[in-house]
């Protein structure tokens, strides 16, 4: 089933999609993924690692007696696979700044966004999750990925062989 149902068509920024044509295909993709279990997961490069593991990791755990269908799934991903994940942009430094509002520009008040550190809430529950990172990255330290991994460790989540630190490139 081809993901998109526009074949051969030119994408150009800004221009209006009509969407109401994906999700037929979308729910065809459902449900083939649904037909088995662990099927679906996230992968996230840089801040989409970080909005990855955030949702693992503060994922609702569904509610079986519910009457929607939908309430009672999880809605944690399966897996996890973290390219560089920038897991640590929230945090406050010495003097109450955080990367991500200096990165951000606009006006930001680094506390609020602090809460937003998915290393504060692993638990066993977090799905097996494969990190890797180079060693030289400038803008998201590996140290983040290392502690994050740490704590994976620390609550038995299955990983899939150790964490890989890549030499610059």
Same mark, same amino acid.
């Given at each position: 089933?081809?993901?998109?149902p526009?074949? @051969?068509a030119?994408?150009?920024?800004r221009?209006?999609?009509p969407?109401?044509?994906?999700?037929? *295909?979308?729910?065809?993709?459902?449900?083939d993924?649904?037909?088995?279990?662990?099927?679906?997961?996230?992968?996230?490069?840089?801040?989409? @690692?970080?909005?990855g593991a955030?949702?693992?990791?503060?994922?609702?755990?569904?509610?079986?007696?519910?009457?929607?269908?939908?309430?009672?799934?999880?809605?944690?991903?399966?897996?996890?696979?973290?390219?560089y994940?920038?897991?640590?942009?929230?945090?406050?430094?010495?003097?109450?700044?955080?990367?991500?509002?200096?990165?951000?520009?606009?006006?930001?008040?680094? +506390?609020?966004?602090? *809460?937003?550190?998915?290393? +504060?809430y692993?638990?066993?529950?977090?799905p097996?999750?494969?990190?890797?990172?180079?060693?030289?990255?400038?803008?998201?330290?590996a140290?983040?990925?290392?502690?994050?991994?740490?704590?994976?460790?620390?609550? +038995?989540?299955p990983?899939?062989?150790p964490?890989?630190?890549?030499?610059?490139i």
């Open positions: 089933l081809p993901l998109s526009l074949a @051969g030119i994408l150009f920024p221009s209006q999609l969407l109401h044509i994906f999700e037929p *295909r979308y729910r065809c993709m459902f449900e993924a649904a037909a088995g279990p662990a099927r679906i997961g996230m992968i996230g490069f840089s801040a989409g @690692g970080h909005l955030m949702t693992a990791a503060t994922a609702d755990p569904g509610q079986p007696d519910a009457s929607d269908p939908l309430q009672q799934v999880s809605s944690r991903p399966d897996f996890l696979v973290l390219a994940p920038w897991l640590e942009g929230t945090l406050l430094d010495s003097h109450g700044a955080s990367q991500y509002c200096t990165f951000a520009r606009v006006d930001c008040k680094p +506390k609020d966004f602090e *809460r937003y550190t998915p290393l +504060k692993v638990t066993a529950q977090m097996p999750t494969f990190i890797y990172h180079t060693a030289t990255d400038s803008l998201v330290p140290s983040g990925s290392l502690r994050f991994f740490e704590a994976l460790q620390a609550n +038995k989540v990983y899939d062989g964490m890989e630190i890549l030499p610059g």
